[in-house]
């Protein structure tokens, strides 16, 4: 794992914006903190930004073509949001889980082996052998595979796969996972896996970063330590996941807490 | 009365729907045995001729038996030149395309660029080929000049094909490989083409299957001259070599066309028969992108 | 392991050999229209030949000096129009079925069917339209027929090629109608018919007149087939549909074997190619059309 300490700030975010066909604003000057160790849930109604601002952090709105980021994001103190910033080097540390769960068309061995590889990290077959039973072991599902790492990874279930792409993002050693709703296409028992596992990762004392985009406040509440709501584009009120859920200050989050809409 | 009137009416659009639904069945009756009668008359005109020994293995030139056996190798010879010039450009062009292409007027040049290219009559394809291939770049009437002008017209093809393909390819798939950290290249070659890889394999074997049969590009580029080959040569850059790539070439189809144009007696029967091989293969050529395809995709999602 | 390049290095490299390929399509492109127009332009910048008389002379005599394209002209655009008004019922009505009446059969057996069409090599389909539709000409026509060569059997042989183009893309545009439109029409008690008549193909026709004209442009581009069947008189214009007459592809075809670089025949057959281009060029000019008309009604 990686050298940092708990509640170290990981990633911090200032006055960042995010604007689509240059015109349209979809996130308004969010400033927020992230630190090692912790699960952090962003919540909010659909459309309102929540997406939008978890692939700021790892940059990944740069793939879409006419979106711009604004403000600065500072990933260990560096300003990640600049022209200069080297992708690659960056999601390497910074690992990414989707909402539909995305194994690659391979074996379940070479789906968590995949990225490492092509990073030139591995040498000899022990490591590799290491790196895949440790990741796996991470994800809570090593028991239930370990006997066909050699078959396709398409012919898990959609929790197991869903494990098996947080396991191949562990594989990359990364300090930050972000995740982008990714129980919402899983039945509620994958989805309390899953949850177990956001949990024993923060547990494990590795210092890694969780933040977890949710429309589920329930799940928020369950896996978080921190969370904090969007509301149209703008982020609304930040706390500890309990003051949130118990004692919410803004009449929105009350509103949204509540029911009356979202 | 009213209710009559509903009735009536009601019957009407009834028997309207019927007729209907009779005159589609009919036409797709018909457009079935147009092509069943296209494809046996064929076969039946040709398969006498196309079956009679020594067709398949005698030089056009023979006295007694004349064959088609250069026009056989020609055409294979052909084909496999032009895919190789053919499937690496088409394959960089559409990932690049669906990858990299920048949403600016360069690209949507390019794009249109492509577009011209696959709309163009392939005669004018052929005559440009005919000035740029044959005497401006100098290599006369040859195999790479036909070659090339089969790559022109092969490209759109390709190209549009395969960027189909890389595009059906689910997005997700694409998105969790960048944000490992990996290179557009790198996703590219390692997870959409092998993903996108059977219909892209489809697609090369159905667009050969139209190369095959193509004859208006060739006739002012490789030539309607029957070729002299001595399969013992092993001078590549003898005009008999078999694989010299800058000798004159006659394929299947512009055989056809040529005694077409020179009527002869007898000619008839070789034409039906070089039509009967002809089509045979590119059946084959349908019938094995199918296949292919299917193998392919089903030993992905094993594995 | 061997040593990794340097991810930026990788996906300049990937930029570049992928933007080269690109580069060298678009070249090719360049390169033939602007060849195509430099020797087409000849005919009229340096051999002399008037324009107007060009597009609108009615005698193809090349070898007399007399190059009058209209008859090549008129030659084409009705062999096309013809295949496409025999052509379109069939691929619609078969497309219908495909798509309302019989989906299971029509996409798993009638479109790869169909679809072998396309693959039948023009030369087969000049080859089989001499020995069928011509010997039909002149069994249906007698005398009129002559030899059963003229634009009504190329017409009628081109129809058979454009058939299977226009029949898919026809599928893919009545496929691609929202099955809500059809579900909304069927709750309001409206038969099949009716359904497909005032709401699938209402809403499908920008995609179809683009698939007919996809048809028109391989239908216009079309030769040997054409140049079998249709007898390649372009001395004069055609006067019926049994008429013998030639197109702008078979008078390139016919004429390019015989004339030499350089001289004034040899360019004038150049002009023919820049009409084919010109023509090609407005076809998709006309779906770029329709395809932007179709945007503006739905956004």
């Known amino acids: 794992m990686s050298d940092t300490t708990q509640n170290e700030a990981l990633l911090t975010t200032r006055n960042v914006t995010v604007t689509y066909d240059l015109t349209h604003e979809a996130l308004h000057k969010t400033d927020l903190t992230f630190k090692g160790g912790e699960v952090t849930a962003l919540i909010g109604p659909s459309g309102c930004g929540k997406s939008t601002f978890l692939r700021c952090l790892n940059l990944m709105n740069r793939e879409i073509p006419k979106c711009r980021v604004g403000g600065e994001i500072f990933y260990h103190g560096r300003n990640i949001n600049t022209k200069t910033e080297n992708l690659f080097e960056l999601r390497k540390s910074i690992g990414m889980v989707f909402q539909q769960p995305t194994p690659f068309r391979k074996s379940i061995r070479e789906n968590i082996l995949f990225a490492p590889k092509k990073h030139g990290r591995l040498h000899g077959k022990d490591e590799e052998d290491e790196l895949v039973e440790t990741s796996l072991k991470q994800a809570a599902l090593w028991d239930e595979v370990k006997d066909k790492l050699k078959q396709s990874a398409h012919a898990l279930s959609g929790g197991q796969q869903q494990r098996l792409c947080i396991a191949r993002t562990l594989a990359m050693k990364p300090d930050v996972i972000l995740y982008d709703e990714p129980c919402s296409a899983l039945d509620p028992i994958s989805t309390f896996t899953i949850e177990e596992t956001i949990r024993s990762i923060a547990e494990a004392g590795a210092g890694i970063c969780q933040i977890i985009v949710t429309h589920n406040m329930e799940q928020a509440g369950r896996v978080s330590d921190r969370t904090a709501f969007f509301y149209m584009g703008d982020m609304v009120e930040t706390g500890t996941t309990q003051q949130i859920f118990s004692a919410p200050k803004d009449q929105r989050l009350s509103d949204y807490l509540t029911g009356r809409f979202g | 009365m009213a209710n009559r009137n509903l009735d009536a009416h009601v019957k009407r659009i009834g028997l309207q729907n019927k007729i209907a639904t009779g005159i589609l069945t009919c036409i797709v009756g018909f457009v079935l045995v147009l092509l069943a009668a296209i494809v046996v008359y064929i076969l039946v005109q040709g398969a006498g001729k196309a079956l009679s020994p020594g067709f398949l293995t005698n030089p056009s030139t023979d006295d007694v038996a004349p064959g088609i056996l250069y026009q056989l190798f020609d055409s294979f010879y052909m084909l496999l030149i032009t895919l190789v010039i053919s499937v690496p450009i088409s394959l960089g062009a559409a990932i690049f395309l669906v990858e990299y292409a920048p949403d600016n007027w360069i690209t949507s040049a390019a794009s249109t660029a492509i577009e011209t290219l696959s709309s163009l009559p392939s005669i004018v394809v052929g005559m440009f080929g005919s000035l740029f291939f044959v005497v401006t770049l100098g290599w006369g009437i040859s195999i790479i000049a036909g070659a090339l002008a089969l790559t022109m017209f092969n490209i759109p093809i390709l190209v549009r094909t395969i960027q189909q393909a890389l595009e059906d390819v689910p997005r997700s798939q694409h998105d969790a490989a960048l944000a490992m950290g990996l290179t557009r290249w790198e996703t590219t070659v390692n997870v959409m083409l092998p993903a996108a890889m059977p219909a892209i394999v489809t697609g090369i074997v159905i667009s050969a299957g139209r190369v095959f049969g193509e004859a208006a590009a060739l006739i002012f580029t490789s030539g309607s001259a029957a070729a002299r080959l001595n399969f013992a040569s092993t001078n590549l850059a003898s005009p008999t070599n078999p694989f010299n790539i800058f000798r004159p070439a006659e394929t299947l189809a512009v055989h056809i066309w040529k005694l077409k144009m020179e009527p002869t007696p007898g000619n008839d029967e070789i034409v039906w028969g070089t039509a009967a091989v002809l089509l045979v293969c590119v059946l084959l050529f349908n019938v094995l992108a199918r296949v292919l395809g299917k193998f392919l995709a089903r030993r992905l999602t094993a594995e | ?299």
């Open chain 3, 1 to 299: 392991m061997a040593k990794l390049m340097p991810k930026r290095s990788l996906e300049n490299v990937g930029l570049t050999v992928t933007g080269l390929c690109i580069a060298l399509v678009a070249l090719v492109v360049v390169t033939l229209i602007v060849m195509v127009a430099q020797q087409g332009l000849a005919t009229f910048l340096q051999d002399g030949v008037d324009f107007w008389s060009f597009i609108s002379g009615g005698n193809w005599i090349p070898e007399d000096g007399r190059f009058g394209a209209l008859p090549l002209i008129v030659g084409s655009f009705s062999v096309t129009l013809l295949s496409t008004v025999f052509a379109l019922p069939v691929a619609l009505g078969s497309a219908i079925f495909v798509v309302e009446v019989a989906p299971g059969f029509g996409r798993r057996v009638f479109q790869p069917l169909v679809e072998l069409l396309v693959g039948i090599p023009s030369v087969v389909y000049g080859v089989l339209g001499l020995s069928v539709v011509n010997a039909a000409m002149r069994a249906i026509f007698g005398e009129a027929a002559g030899t059963g060569a003229g634009i009504l059997s190329g017409a009628i042989v081109l129809a058979v090629m454009i058939l299977p183009t226009v029949t898919t893309l026809s599928i893919d545009a009545l496929d691609a109608v929202p099955n809500e439109y059809r579900e909304g029409s069927y709750a309001l008690g409206c038969t099949r018919w009716q359904t497909v008549w005032h709401v699938v193909l209402k809403s499908a026709l920008p995609s179809l007149m683009t698939a007919v004209i996809l048809g028109m442009t391989r239908a216009f581009g079309e030769t040997l087939a054409v140049q079998m069947v249709i007898g390649g008189v372009e001395r004069s214009m055609p006067t019926g549909l049994l008429d013998p007459a030639a197109t702008l592809t078979t008078a390139l075809t016919s004429g390019l074997s015989n004339a030499t670089t350089g001289s004034v025949q040899y360019h004038a057959l150049w002009s023919l190619g820049l009409l084919l281009l010109a023509m090609s060029l407005v076809f998709i000019a006309v779906i770029h059309l329709i395809g932007k008309k179709g945007a503006k009604k739905r956004g």
